[in-house]
C-alpha cells in the first residue's frame, strides 16, 4: 500500500476469474508517467466527460457511484466527481501516484482491470481512452467485461470505450508530436505497425528535453483488436444487455451494457 498526501492507494484483490499467479506488468513505465499529461494537454477531458455523463443519465439517471477501470492520472474521474462518487483501478502506480496528486480523498486502487475485487459495487463501471485494448485478448476482454459486471450493483451499467477494429487499424503510418512548456519539450514518434491479424503495435519513441538534460526511451504498445462480435459475446457471457452508440466521445462509438434491476 502506498500513500500520496492525504490518498491512500490500495492493491486490489484478484478476482475469482484470475487465470493464473503470474502478474501483469504496468502498461506504462514511470517515465512516461512523468509526461503523460503533458503529452494529452490538447485532449478535451471535460467535453468527453460530459458526454459519459450524458449517457449516464439517459441510461441510468440514478446513478452516483462510479468506477472508472485503466484510470491513468485520473483526468476523467477529476471532472466526474463534480456529479459522481468516483474510484480509480489502474496497473501503473507511477500513473496513480499522479492522480493522487490531483485528486485528494480519492479511492484509488492498482489492479488489472481483468482479474480484481474491490469487495464493493459501483452504480457505473467504464473504460474509457481505448484502454480497453490493452487487454489484447479476447479470453481477456471477456474476464475484464465479466468483472466489471460482478462490480455493478443491480441496474448499474459498464461503459467501454472501443479501440479500432481489425478493419480499420491503420499499418506502415508515420505519427509525430511536439509539446513545449516552461519546463520541458517532449516529441514522440511512431509508426504503427500490425503484428498479427488481430494485435496493433505502437513502438513509440520519446525525446524530452529540460535544463537538466534530454533523455531518450521506448514505450512499446501492443493493443488488442476487437470486433463487435468480440464485445457483443463478452457482455452477453456476463450477463448485461448491450446498447451501442456509434458515435461516442471521441467518434469512435461506446459499448454500454446493462445489468437487470431486478438481480
Not at 506504462?28 to 503529452?39: E, N, Q
Not at 476487437?226 to 467518434?251: C, I
Request: aromatic share 8%; charged share 25%.
Amino acid at each position: 500500500m502506498g500513500r500520496e498526501g492525504s490518498v491512500h492507494i490500495t492493491i486490489a484483490h484478484k478476482g475469482s476469474n484470475a487465470r493464473d499467479d503470474r502478474s501483469v506488468p504496468p502498461v506504462y513505465a514511470a517515465k512516461l508517467a512523468d509526461v503523460y499529461d503533458a503529452i494529452h494537454s490538447g485532449k478535451d477531458y471535460a467535453r468527453e466527460s460530459g458526454y459519459l455523463l450524458d449517457v449516464v443519465r439517459r441510461h441510468h439517471p440514478a446513478a452516483r457511484t462510479l468506477l472508472e477501470t485503466a484510470c491513468g492520472t485520473g483526468r476523467f474521474l477529476e471532472a466526474l466527481q463534480v456529479e459522481m462518487e468516483v474510484t480509480g483501478l489502474d496497473l501503473s502506480p507511477g500513473m496513480l501516484a499522479r492522480a493522487a496528486e490531483r485528486m485528494p480523498g480519492a479511492a484509488l486502487h492498482v489492479g488489472d482491470m481483468a482479474e480484481f475485487s474491490l469487495g464493493k459495487t459501483f452504480d457505473v463501471v467504464c473504460c474509457l481512452f481505448r484502454s480497453i485494448a490493452y487487454l489484447k485478448t479476447s479470453d481477456r476482454l471477456a474476464d475484464a467485461i465479466g468483472t466489471m459486471a460482478r462490480h455493478l450493483a443491480p441496474g448499474g451499467i459498464v461503459v467501454i470505450e472501443p479501440f479500432f477494429t481489425p478493419e480499420n487499424f491503420w499499418v506502415g503510418r508515420l505519427t509525430c508530436n511536439h509539446h513545449r512548456d516552461e519546463s520541458m519539450d517532449i516529441t514522440w514518434m511512431y509508426a504503427s505497425e500490425r503484428p498479427s491479424s488481430r494485435l496493433g503495435r505502437y513502438p513509440i519513441h520519446f525525446l524530452v528535453g529540460s535544463d537538466a538534460g534530454v533523455d531518450h526511451f521506448v514505450e512499446d504498445h501492443e493493443l488488442g483488436l476487437f470486433t463487435p462480435h468480440d464485445f457483443q459475446a463478452a457482455f452477453d457471457r456476463a450477463g448485461l444487455s448491450l446498447v451501442y452508440d456509434p458515435v461516442g466521445p471521441t467518434g469512435i462509438g461506446l459499448y454500454i451494457g446493462k445489468r437487470s434491476s431486478r438481480e
